[in-house]
């Protein structure tokens, strides 16, 4: 039993030993930490910046867009009939003014030697009756009926040429011929979808812009713009803009053009990649510098070792970067990290970074 006490006594005094040294070992750390905290109430903090530099400043955005023939046309008939000959083989380039199709114009041309005669007899009236009134062998009146007659008869005759002249079916304008939807002797009418005629060099770049960049596209400036499954990038120039905002999705439509060297195609969706504006002598800092304020933006600069508060003025953002118009200048030292746990007049010691976007 003694020996059982014994042991006993001696795990509650080892027990005892163990709780009192870690006591004593956490009241030796606290204390550690409290005189650190004490020393370092006039430390210096280390941050990192940058010092601004100019550079040349790029902006561009990137839209979606839509390829569009420059001219496109459904060839239709004006009036009805049955095809006598199709003068296009599917898929050809024709030229401007190139008969495509021939309509069946014998009945008119019946009508047109019928009205051509009929014509020709009012016309030997009417000298007859000139010559009658100048010898006052009749009235005015029945002289003016005959020239009425004649002048009908010709009317007459020009509508049926016209009649004539829309059997033949002739391309508007220079382009590419599409399949045919017809074959020789169909009769058609003009609801009937012959072809279409498209003109793909140039080609017509259609995209929209958020009306918040409305202002920075001008004309004449230069885009580029690729497709899916190409890995050629392409050039267009801006050639027109629509006259005002669309109130429904507050963009502006822009219209470029662009030359087919024959891979592209109406119709085909293109990625539009469009430059806003290119600043020389820009000054750039990286966004993480930026403290957003009420009435604007300020950063950290280093002035004398010590932090230092500066308005800055920018309208112009991107990923990585601000541009910044006012409130910098070149030479300053940009605070880039830790600006949450600095304060005004703060000792700093800045280790500087190299821009990203500057060699």
């Known amino acids: 039993m003694k020996v059982k006490y014994i042991v006993y006594i001696a795990l509650c005094l080892l027990l005892g030993y163990l709780i009192f040294n870690r006591i004593a070992k956490n009241s030796a750390k606290n204390g550690g930490v409290k005189g650190a905290q004490k020393a370092g109430s006039g430390s210096i903090t280390t941050v990192k910046g940058v010092i601004v530099k100019t550079q040349n400043f790029s902006n561009d955005i990137s839209v979606s867009g839509s390829i569009d023939a420059n001219e496109q046309v459904a060839i239709r008939s004006e009036v009805s009939g049955l095809v006598k000959r199709i003068n296009f083989t599917e898929g050809s380039n024709v030229s401007k003014g190139s008969l495509l199709i021939k309509i069946d114009d014998s009945e008119l041309q019946a009508q047109l030697v019928q009205a051509i005669t009929k014509e020709k007899l ?16 009749i009235s005015q009146e029945e002289y003016d009926g005959t020239l009425a007659e004649l002048k009908s ?3 007459q005759s020009q ?11 002739r391309a508007p304008f220079s382009g590419k011929i599409g399949l045919r939807n017809i074959s020789e002797g169909a009769y058609i009418t003009p609801t009937t979808n012959i072809t279409d005629l498209v003109a793909t060099n140039p080609l017509k770049i259609t ?18 713009f690729d497709v899916a499954g190409s890995s050629k990038t392409y050039k267009a120039k801006v050639y027109a803009k629509e006259p005002a905002i669309s109130v429904d999705t507050r963009s502006l439509t822009i219209k470029a053009k662009a030359n087919n060297d024959g891979s592209l195609l109406p119709g085909t969706f293109a990625n539009v990649n469009l430059p806003l504006e290119n600043i020389k002598d820009a000054i750039l800092i990286p966004t993480e510098a930026v403290i957003p304020v009420l009435k604007g933006k300020q950063v950290y600069i280093s ?13 112009i953002r991107t990923d990585e ?23 005004e007049g703060a000792e700093i010691k800045v280790n500087v970074n190299k821009p990203k976007n500057q060699d």
């Open 303 to 315: 002035k004398n070792g010590k932090a230092k508060l500066v308005d800055v003025k920018s309208d």
């Open 153 to 155: 008869l010709k009317a």
């Open 321 to 343: 970067d601000i541009l910044v118009s006012d409130g910098l200048s070149v030479g300053d030292t940009v605070i880039t990290s830790g600006i949450m746990a600095i304060k």
């Open 207 to 224: 995209f929209s812009v958020p009306e918040k960049y409305a202002q920075r596209v001008q004309l004449g400036a230069e885009i580029t």
């Open 159 to 169: 509508l049926i040429r016209a009649q004539l002249s829309k059997t033949e079916i």
């Open 122 to 137: 009012a016309s030997e009236t009417e000298s007859r009756a000139g010559k009658l009134l100048k010898a006052e062998a």
